[in-house]
Structure formats: C-alpha cells, structure tokens
C-alpha cells in the first residue's frame, strides 16, 4: 500500500510542480504551487512525520500561499505573454534538464549508504512528544537563533513600511 | 465486523445527520431569529414551516445555473465545491461519544482518531479561505473581489488567536487527540464540580473559551463579522455571481463551519461527551427530564394556541414525551446519555451564534481589525503564558 500511495503523490507533486512553470496564469501557478505543498504532506504523512505533514499545510498552504494569492489578487496580474525565445533552448533543455537530475540521484545514491535510505512504516519518532523534546533538548540553540533571525525579519519589515508612510 | 464496513457505515451515518442538521439548523436560525423580531418566521409549508428548508432546496436545486460572462470558468465552478468540501472534511475527527457496545461490535463514536486531530482541524480550516478567495477573484467583479479581500484578512488575523487559545488548552491536556483531550476532563472537583478545561485547574481557560468563541464568529463570517457579506456595502460579497445549487454550496458550508467550530469548542473547553455532573448524582435522567419539560411546555401552548397550531403542537409535545421515556431505558440510556450531553452542548453553542447574530450590529473594518490585533491577541498571548506558567508550576 505505502509504495502505491508513494507513487500517487510523488508524482502529483511532479505534476503539480511542472505545473507552476508551465502555467501562464499566475493563479494557476500559485494554486499548482499548493497542490505540491499538499502532496508534499501527504508523503511526510507516508513517513511517519504526522506533525510536519500537518504543520506543511497550516504553515505553507494555509498561511503562505494565501499571502501569495491575495498578493497576485490585488495586482490583478493577468496572464503572462510567452515570448517566442529562441528554438535551441526548447529543443535541448529538456534533455539536459533530465540528466541534471538524473545525475543528481545517481550520486545521492551513490553517496547516501544504502541501510540509510527512508523505509516506509518503520519510523515512529515523529509524534509532537518527539519534536518537542527534540527542539528544546538537543536543537535548542538552533531553535532559539531561528526565532531571533525571524524577529529581526518582522522588525524589519515593520520599519520598511514606516518609512513608507512618511 | 468488518473494519472497511464498520467505517463505511459510521461515515454514511455521520454524513446523513450533518446534512439533515444544515439542512435544519437554516430553519431554527429563521425561527429564533423570527422570535428575536417578534415575528412567526416561516410557517407556510407544513406545520410551523418545517417543510421550508426541503422547499428551499428544490428551488434551489431547479433555479437556472447562471454563468455571468467574463468570469474565469474553471475557478468559478471549482470554488464552490472547494468551500463545502473543506468544511465536511473537518468532522471526521470530531468525537461524539465513548465506546459503545451494539450487538457485539465495539466502537467509538467518532469517524477517526487521529493523534494530530487539532492540528487537523486547524490545517483544514486554514484552507477554508481558497474557497472564498477563489469565489471573489474568478467572478470578475469588484464586490465580490472585495469581499473575497476582506474575508482572507479577517481569516488570517483571527486564526492567530485561536491558535494559541487552543495551544493553552493542549498545555492542559497534553495531547493533540480530541478524544484524549475529552478523557482528560472527566474528573470531578469535589464529586460534583466538572473539571472541563473551561474550570480547569490550575487555570480555568475562561478567557480562553471567549477568545476562541469571538474568533470563530469571524472565522465563519458571521455577525458581528459579517463583513465579507455586508449587504449595504458589497451587495452579498463573495457569492454575488454565484445562483443555484452554486450558491447553497456556499451556504451550506458557512453551516457547516459552524457546526465543525462549536463541536471542536464543545470537545476542547466544555469536555465534550461527558455530563455536568457525574452519573452517580443522576446525570444519565437529564435528557428524560429535558424531553419531558419540552413536551410538556408544548402540550401546554397547544391549549391556548390558535386553530391550526393546536394539534401540531400537541403532536410535538406527545412526540417529546415519548424521546422522553425512551431515555428512561436503561439501554438506550447508556447509549444515547454521552450523545444527549454532546448534542446538548453543540446546540447551545449554536443557538449562541444564532442569538449574537439577532442581537449585535456589524462591526466597522477597521475596529475589526484593531480588536483582533489589539485585543484579542494579547489576551490570547497572556492567557498561554499564564497557563504555561502555572501548569509548569504545578505539574
């Protein structure tokens, strides 16, 4: 069941994913955007990480990309026109963009041991009793300096749009 | 049983009595609203109009399915189903009850437990706001543009602060499962007292429960936060362009927000399934006694009631009385006692919404927003603290 539901939204994901660039329309684009954000969950899910799969869709569907749609909403951004481009780049960038990635997974495999690789159904650490004791035991200090950097994100933007206003 | 059956049919059933509760619950807002204004309400099609919302529906459901030109096809009719279907979706982990035993078969009466349930229910709702963003954009069309606006920053804004009031009450009860947040308030303080989160030691989550009750009212759009409908400003907001079946969808899930957000508030502050006082002092004739006094304040307005209501609500009434002595099995009592206690609790919630929406005016934009980010917030924040503390100093 697990390598079948695997295969159903890693390839959502893909689809959905392609679908971000292919799409003119910058709607289409964002809503294709959350589809990956879901199917993303849903393999977290898969892989035991229930509170990261829900926290993906709280955080990333539900609060990031609303901030995205309401952003191109208000712009009224219309569709995008294609420019012809030239006919070289259309021809070979599909190609080199497989062996891109090809050659991407070739030495993540090679270079990730073998016993080290994600199996479904075996990994049970991830409840919010692990996480939590996770983030305030051994990545406290990663934690606390990534609370600080945001801080600093919403001062900033809060002085940015003061400036703004004068 | 069969596990795929068992939940097959727990799921129709579910399903089943949701609809027929949106369905009505339409109906009791019109009443009591009716009442408010001291009007009838509608009391045309069957007795007292209890016909009305099956009328409603069929005219619903054979009005002309307009599509407005220049509207962006796709979004257009893939917002509607995106709203209704995000708001069903919610109740699956809701618990209405404990374990039941029903020839031979064990089960819960709750669809699914999942150990992230609150986590869910908040991720899902989260979602809700595509809906009427969708509905805003692809009318091609400047009300329901802004009410689309509107309704996405009011959503926003009023989901922190239910957050972190709900993230208070799971410092309380230490896990993110609705039915193990319900288990945890089954003490009783002093033998009678409930220990629901709502009295909870060692911090009652009083200003919690209001905080979280005023922000779903503008997470539902609901008055006093009507504002992404607010009919002398913007027509009827999101939904302008929307007629038909299309525009019920739309009503049908602002319904079912409602009942997904005071089942969530029943199971997180007000324990849920459990009764008000325990089963040893009698709890479980409560609801015989509350059929009995609704069939008997019936019988009673039926004597002195005009022509055509006399016999209706005498109908009503016997029909009470009998609910009433079927409580009194001590079958059924076991059974339908910890539904009585959760339905009673919904309901109330509900007639809550109901009655603010008879009572207050509308607020202003931008005291909406200012008492969201002034008021509600900080309450919420210091409320978390306070509890944190105290819930570290004690446990």
Not at chain 1, 75 to 92: D, H, V
Not at chain 2, 63 to 88: C, H, M, Q, W
Not at chain 2, 155 to 160: A, G, T
Not at chain 2, 260 to 268: G, K, N, Q, S
Request: net charge positive; aromatic share 12%.
């Amino acid at each position: 069941m697990d390598p079948i539901l695997f295969l159903i939204f890693a390839s959502i994901a893909v689809v959905c994913g392609i679908n971000v660039v292919v799409q003119t329309h910058p709607i289409t684009s964002a809503l294709s955007l959350i589809g990956v954000m879901a199917s993303l969950a849903m393999l977290y899910l898969l892989l035991g990480a229930q509170f990261i799969a829900a926290a993906q869709v709280v955080v990333y569907a539900g609060a990031i990309m609303v901030l995205f749609v309401f952003v191109i909403m208000l712009l009224n951004a219309g569709r995008e026109r294609k420019t012809r481009g030239s006919f070289l780049p259309r021809l070979i960038g599909p190609p080199l963009l497989i062996a891109l990635l090809g050659s991407v997974a070739f030495v993540i495999l090679r270079v990730v041991p073998h016993d080290a690789v994600v199996k479904f159904g075996t990994y049970t650490g991830g409840t919010v009793e692990n996480l939590g004791r996770a983030i305030f035991t051994t990545y406290l200090w990663p934690f606390e300096i990534t609370s600080i950097l945001v801080l600093i994100a919403i001062v900033g933007a809060v002085a940015l749009a003061y400036k703004e206003l004068d | 049983m069969n596990f795929y059956l068992l939940a097959v049919i727990k799921a129709a059933v579910v399903a089943g009595v949701l609809m027929l509760t949106l369905l009505y619950l339409q109906w009791v807002e019109r009443k009591v609203i009716a009442h408010i204004q001291v009007r009838l309400g509608p009391y045309r099609v069957g007795p007292h109009g209890l016909l009305q919302p099956i009328a409603d529906t069929l005219k619903l459901l054979t009005k002309e399915d307009l599509l407005p030109p220049g509207v962006n096809r796709f979004y257009f009719i893939l917002a509607p189903f995106l709203a209704i279907t995000l708001s069903l979706v919610s109740i699956a982990v809701i618990p209405f009850g404990p374990e039941i035993r029903v020839a031979g078969v064990a089960t819960w009466l709750q669809l699914t437990d999942l150990n992230i349930g609150v986590i869910f229910v908040l991720a899902i709702s989260s979602l809700t706001v595509y809906g009427i963003v969708l509905a805003g954009w692809s009318s091609n069309s400047k009300y329901p543009l802004l009410g689309a606006l509107r309704s996405s920053a009011q959503m926003i804004s009023y989901e922190l602060p239910l957050g972190v009031t709900v993230a208070a009450v799971l410092l309380l009860s230490n896990s993110l499962s609705l039915r193990k947040i319900v288990e945890t308030q089954s003490a009783f303080y002093g033998g009678f007292f409930p220990a629901w989160n709502l009295f909870r030691m060692p911090f009652p989550q009083v200003f919690g429960f209001l905080v979280f009750l005023i922000a779903v009212f503008a997470e539902t759009n609901r008055v006093p936060f009507d504002l992404p409908e607010a009919e002398s400003e913007l027509v009827a907001g999101f939904h302008t362009e929307y007629s038909s079946m299309k525009f019920a969808a739309f009503f049908m899930a602002e319904y079912a927000n409602m009942v997904t957000v005071t089942c969530m508030a029943t199971a997180l502050f007000l324990g849920g399934w459990l009764p008000l006082w325990p089963v040893s002092l009698g709890s479980n004739y409560a609801p015989a006694a509350v059929f009995a006094l609704a069939g008997a304040i019936a019988i009673y307005s039926g004597i002195e009631a005009r022509q055509r209501d006399r016999h209706s609500l005498q109908a009503f009434g016997a029909l009470f009385l009998a609910a009433g002595a079927l409580f009194l099995v001590p079958a059924v009592q076991q059974l339908a006692a910890p539904l009585f206690w959760f339905l009673a609790k919904t309901g109330v919630l509900l007639l809550l919404f109901i009655w603010v929406r008879g009572t207050l005016p509308r607020f202003r934009y931008d005291q909406l927003m200012r008492f969201a980010w002034g008021f509600m917030f900080p309450v919420a924040v210091a409320n978390l603290m306070i509890t944190g503390l105290l819930v570290a100093l004690v446990g």
